[in-house]
């Protein structure tokens, strides 16, 4: 690649081979994440029967992936913040191989609780450093569509436990739960070995003051031809923690963040937990309930993917409004008519799942692209660590609400928390298409 006369910003030049491996492997990552946060879902039945598990054992086993996400998040942003993007990079995988092995063996309720915990670390972990690794080194017209992508793994990954789990039980009967446990360690394999070569973020080398670190990386990324001077705007190496932000005017910013990523994640996490429970509430049972279920998680991928594909086209804020505003009406016509036919709710549910994803999709890209590069992994892990506290407490209060207040009333209080979500971000989100990561970050706009 031969130098520009004029240094051309490393944010427009083409997407290289380096940036489909990085973006290969982050992908894979989150898909690990869908996996292990949805493959408890499968196992629950056959884990009870041969642990002896209460209802409440199974509950708490259930939940500890999200406590673990939520400390997750507060280490992972540390982490990532102090030590670089690149070691916790390989860490998340690590521990989730660790887990997974053990899970073979377990033979108590408590012992899988915690393993639980320590799997949601390294899921909050893999929030904060590959968010920021990517983000850091994709050019600015791919940066929203690629970010966007990790959502879409997700889903994709969850769908493979459904999958997976349903397969391996079927075949090799109750007793092959533990292989269903285990079997996240075939994919933090594959990670780990894609991860071997990950480079060190040149933004984070040069906010310590490590030019000369970040000078080679660039240089060994983009070619000789390449150097510090390509990387743009950003030239700071002031170093700033989390409260220094919020001292200089980041505060709206974190709390549009957090605000409107539990408000997106906390009804979706609490109804598809109980997809199954809530369609017997709604009078939906049979053949149309079993293929409801699972025309629900294909739509909640496909609106994860077309917000994908189309957040350059009608930006970030535009999307985020629509999305809640259209997924609430979806959850709000549940609430009004809980009797309704059984087509009419499997379409109010569909609207849910399908225009959810624009939201969904943005809880990775916003958090990401609204702060400085010394605090963007810090950012992503509190935004990351108040959701999956505030998606646990809502998962647990699912059947109790069932039982108290009843299906419509329920369905209500979920449009309540949607809507919220769309009152912050008409209030706060702003639009950040077609910005560099330094003018995105920017207060002065």
Request: charged residues 10%; hydrophobic residues 50%.
């Amino acid at each position: 690649m031969k130098s520009p006369e004029t240094p051309v910003r490393i944010e427009d030049v083409a997407v290289n081979r380096f940036h489909q491996h990085l973006t290969l492997s982050a992908c894979i990552g989150w898909s690990m994440v869908g996996y292990i946060v949805s493959v408890i879902g499968v196992a629950t039945i056959p884990i009870a029967a041969e642990l002896h598990l209460s209802g409440n054992e199974q509950g708490m086993v259930a939940a500890m992936e999200l406590l673990g996400v939520f400390f997750g998040g507060f280490v992972g942003g540390a982490l990532t913040g102090r030590f670089g993007r690149r070691r916790p990079y390989a860490l998340g995988p690590l521990i989730i191989l660790a887990v997974s092995l053990s899970m073979y063996w377990v033979q108590s309720s408590t012992v899988m609780a915690v393993l639980r915990v320590f799997s949601g670390l390294a899921v909050g972990i893999e929030y904060t450093s590959a968010g920021s690794l990517l983000t850091e080194f994709i050019p600015q017209k791919s940066r929203g569509s690629r970010l966007s992508l990790l959502t879409v793994m997700w889903f994709a990954g969850a769908a493979l436990a459904y999958i997976v789990g349903t397969t391996v039980l079927a075949s090799w009967g109750p007793s092959a739960w533990r292989h269903i446990m285990a079997s996240p360690a075939l994919i933090a394999i594959t990670m780990l070995l894609l991860r071997l070569d990950a480079p060190e973020s040149p933004r984070w080398l040069l906010s310590k003051g490590r030019k000369d670190e970040a000078d080679r990386i660039i240089k060994k990324v983009y070619g000789p031809g390449f150097s510090l001077e390509n990387l743009g705007e950003h030239s700071s190496t002031k170093a700033m923690r989390f409260l220094d932000a919020i001292r200089a005017g980041y505060g709206p910013r974190i709390l549009f963040v957090v605000v409107f990523w539990a408000c997106a994640v906390v009804p979706m996490f609490a109804l598809y937990a109980f997809v199954p429970r809530l369609f017997s509430a709604l009078h939906l049972t049979g053949d149309m309930a079993s293929y409801g279920s699972i025309a629900i998680t294909l739509l909640l991928a496909l609106g994860c993917g077309l917000a994908s594909g189309l957040i350059n086209l009608i930006g970030r804020r535009t999307m985020i409004i629509g999305s809640f505003l259209f997924s609430g009406l979806g959850l709000l016509g549940l609430g009004l008519f809980p009797n309704a036919p059984g087509w009419i709710v499997l379409t109010l549910f569909g609207i849910y799942a399908l225009f959810i994803g624009g939201a969904q999709v943005l809880e990775i890209v916003y958090p990401n692209e609204l702060f400085p590069t010394e605090i963007r992994p810090a950012a992503v892990g509190f935004g990351a660590s108040l959701a999956a506290l505030s998606s646990s407490a809502g998962t647990w209060l699912v059947p109790l609400a069932l039982e108290l207040i009843g299906i419509g009333n329920t369905m209500m209080a979920a449009a309540a928390i949607t809507f919220l979500g769309l009152l912050v971000s008409v209030l706060l989100a702003p639009e950040t298409r077609a910005m560099s990561l330094d003018e995105a970050a920017s207060l002065d706009r």
